[in-house]
């Protein structure tokens, strides 16, 4: 199984801060078809979970542009320019590149 | 817009089963992966489930294997997840997602699996 980690496992942030988060992956997530499969999840308290960035860096629909993924291979991040009020919670990388697929183990994001 | 409603949670004994469903409405239910995922109390997500649009692919998490079954009726537009076996550590709450990479989560299920 591909094992994703997480670092830092807590950030605290003031608003208006940047925050970042990497996630690496015990092997690489590019996919036979050219594709790397990494996606960053958000979880706000008591929310389920919201899907932010697919394939390293596309936002999905609704996702304020304030976040941003990169990296490639076994390497990734997330980065958040400047951190609101409602940022506060979970965020968990996915890889969905080889089944079964895994999660990091989510870093908190707290003001 | 897109929803997904899961149901069929609740308090089970050791060695239980339950069957989990999760209606998806605004998207075209029958051309989407589906996929389960889990979170026990205080701790991070995991991936459970996936299948595919007709339901000939069912993937799973090795501690599931053998005991949960993923299927779907694409005439009702539902997933399923049946859970047997049940044990303890299968304590959470389960969200059904759509897509292979969760572009849409359902509000999620409680499963509570104690004597």
Redesign the interface.
């Known amino acids: 199984?591909i094992v994703m980690t997480q670092t830092p496992l807590s950030s605290p942030v003031a608003l208006g801060q940047p925050a970042s988060i990497s996630c690496r992956s015990s092997q690489s997530l590019e996919y036979s078809d050219g594709n790397t499969?990494l996606?960053w999840?958000q979880?706000r308290p008591g929310q389920?979970?919201?899907?932010l960035i697919?394939?390293i860096s596309k936002r999905?629909s609704g996702v304020p542009d304030r976040f941003s993924g990169s990296g490639a291979g076994t390497d990734f991040t997330l980065k958040i320019s400047r951190v609101e009020a409602e940022d506060v919670g979970?965020y968990?990388c996915?890889q969905?590149t080889q089944?079964?697929?895994?999660?990091?183990?989510?870093t908190k994001v707290e003001i | 817009e897109v929803q997904l409603v899961e149901s069929g949670g609740g308090l089970v004994q050791p060695g239980g089963s339950l069957r989990l469903s999760c209606a998806a409405s605004g998207f075209t239910f029958r051309n989407s992966w589906m996929t389960w995922v889990r979170q026990a109390p205080g701790k991070g997500l995991e991936w459970v489930a996936n299948i595919n649009e007709d339901g000939s692919e069912k993937y799973y998490v090795d501690v599931v294997k053998g005991r949960f079954t993923i299927s779907r009726d694409n005439a009702e537009r539902s997933l399923f997840l049946q859970m047997s076996r049940l044990g303890v550590d299968d304590t959470g709450i389960y969200y059904c997602a759509r897509g292979m990479t969760t572009e849409s989560w359902g509000q999620g299920i409680v499963v509570t699996v104690s004597s």
């Open positions: 199984d499969y996606s999840i979880q389920p979970p919201r899907l697919y394939q999905f979970f968990y996915l969905a089944f079964p697929y895994t999660f990091g183990q989510g």
